[in-house]
């Protein structure tokens, strides 16, 4: 029974070894993963393009970036810390509120990405 298990435990270390080795040569030349839709540049309305300044990028990334924006300006409510409140510049992408929860920033900047046209 041993000799089986034993047989058997090489085998998955030497599986787990070659799955590290072809992460570790794909991480060292580059080579991306697949990304998903959410990953994907869009082209930006002219007002998201203004704040972010680029004219397309992905929607993970704008939010980064809104995010920067939030940190670096301290626009967090102190008391609570989901609720945005927006300056003039955050304002003109987020539909002109004063005041967004952290969870209504995502909806409220889809409709400034463009979605491509299919052929």
């Known amino acids: 029974m041993s000799r089986v298990l034993g047989t058997c435990r090489v085998l998955m270390a030497a599986a787990k070894g070659g799955s590290k080795e072809a992460s570790a040569k794909a991480v060292a030349t580059g080579a991306a993963k697949p990304k ?3 990953h994907r540049p869009l082209p930006l309305s002219p007002a998201m393009s203004k704040f972010l300044g680029v004219p397309e990028i992905a929607r993970v990334d704008a939010v ?13 409510n102190p ?4 609720e945005i409140i927006c300056d003039e510049k955050l304002k003109t992408i987020l ?25």
């Open 79 to 82: 008391s609570n810390k989901q």
């Open 95 to 119: 539909a002109g509120k004063d005041k967004v929860g952290m969870l209504e920033i995502v909806r409220l900047i889809a409709p400034h990405f463009v979605k491509p046209q299919q052929t």
């Open 36 to 38: 998903g839709p959410f």
């Open 64 to 76: 980064k970036k809104i995010w920067e924006h939030i940190k670096a300006n301290q626009l967090q």
